[in-house]
């Protein structure tokens, strides 16, 4: 089962996912890193970049879980736009290092298989971050997606756009679909790390953790990968039924084993 790790707040999460990402790249300076978007990973990312200076990011690799269909990339909410501004040029990133699946109509057939491509030939993501979509989503793998799904093309649930709708002036400039990695390509990633923080997660992600396998919470595919590091806050926590035992045994972890 995944480790879960309940955290004061989301800053403290953001400094043991920071931790663990220092450890890899030290161990690996050209690590592969899956870099989700959203609220969800900027502690981790304004952790890290507490870090730049001691730790040299700049041989480091990144593919982004998704982007928009049908935004154009210079759009400041286009993922191409939110992951060079709060990770590449914060984090001294080489951008010609960091790729994130192309949405563009010219490329869109192929923009799946390309994505694929150039993962397995970067040999596979190390360490991929995770956020939850309040209807269980991870990427934008969206109620219904396939365990062995693939880097395609998705239809947003109106649920997504309209939790989404606070990045753009108003629901109906959300796009309607996205190209998302696929449940089957995120779980090849070595490791995964699920976070969570607020009240509003907290329904998807007791799913995620406790409840059965089903495309229809695609969380719940996290149970299928033998390395993954839940971490949330007491909020997002609040419908595990295990809490208690999760805490005992981070609590008692062994030193030597990390995250
Ligand atoms: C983002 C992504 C999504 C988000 C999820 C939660 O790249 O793939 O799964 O992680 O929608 O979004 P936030 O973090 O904004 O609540």
């Given at each position: 089962m995944a480790e879960v790790v309940i955290v004061e707040n989301p800053a403290a999460a953001g400094e043991l996912v920071a931790a663990e990402i220092e450890r890899?790249?030290?161990?690996?300076?050209?690590?592969?890193?899956?870099?989700?978007?959203?609220?969800?990973?900027?502690p981790v990312y304004e952790a890290l970049r507490r870090r730049v200076?001691?730790?040299?990011?700049?041989?480091?690799?990144?593919?982004?879980?998704?982007?928009?269909?049908?935004?154009?990339?210079?759009?400041?909410?286009?993922?191409?736009?939110?992951?060079?501004?709060e990770v590449v040029e914060p984090l001294g990133l080489d951008p010609r290092l960091v790729r994130v699946p192309d949405g563009g109509a010219?490329?869109?057939?192929?923009?799946?298989?390309?994505?694929?491509?150039?993962?397995?030939?970067?040999?596979?993501?190390?360490?991929q971050i995770l956020g939850i979509g309040t209807d269980g989503h991870i990427g934008f793998n969206e109620p219904g997606s396939?365990?062995?799904?693939?880097?395609?093309v998705k239809t947003l649930t109106e649920q997504t756009r309209s939790d989404n709708a606070r990045f753009f002036a108003s629901i109906d400039d959300v796009p309607?679909?996205?190209?998302?990695?696929?449940?089957?390509?995120?779980?090849?990633?070595?490791?995964?790390?699920?976070?969570?923080?607020?009240?509003?997660?907290?329904?998807?992600i007791a799913a995620a953790v406790e409840g059965p396998l089903s495309a229809m919470?695609?969380?719940?595919a996290i149970q299928l990968h033998p390395h993954t590091t839940v971490v949330?806050?007491?909020?997002?926590?609040?419908?595990?039924?295990?809490?208690?035992?999760?805490r005992y045994t981070f609590a008692h972890k062994p030193d030597w084993q990390g995250l």
């Open positions: 890899l790249v030290r161990e690996r300076p050209d690590a592969v890193l899956g870099l989700a978007t959203g609220s969800t990973p900027l200076g001691a730790l040299e990011l700049g041989r480091v690799r990144g593919f982004a879980l998704d982007e928009y269909v049908g935004l154009d990339p210079a759009h400041p909410e286009s993922y191409r736009s939110v992951i060079t501004r010219a490329t869109i057939r192929h923009a799946g298989d390309d994505y694929e491509a150039a993962i397995a030939e970067a040999g596979g993501v190390d360490l396939s365990f062995a799904s693939r880097t395609r309607r679909h996205c190209i998302t990695q696929g449940l089957g390509t995120i779980l090849e990633a070595r490791h995964l790390v699920l976070l969570a923080f607020g009240e509003q997660k907290a329904q998807a919470l695609p969380g719940s949330v806050d007491e909020a997002a926590a609040s419908l595990l039924a295990q809490a208690d035992y999760y």
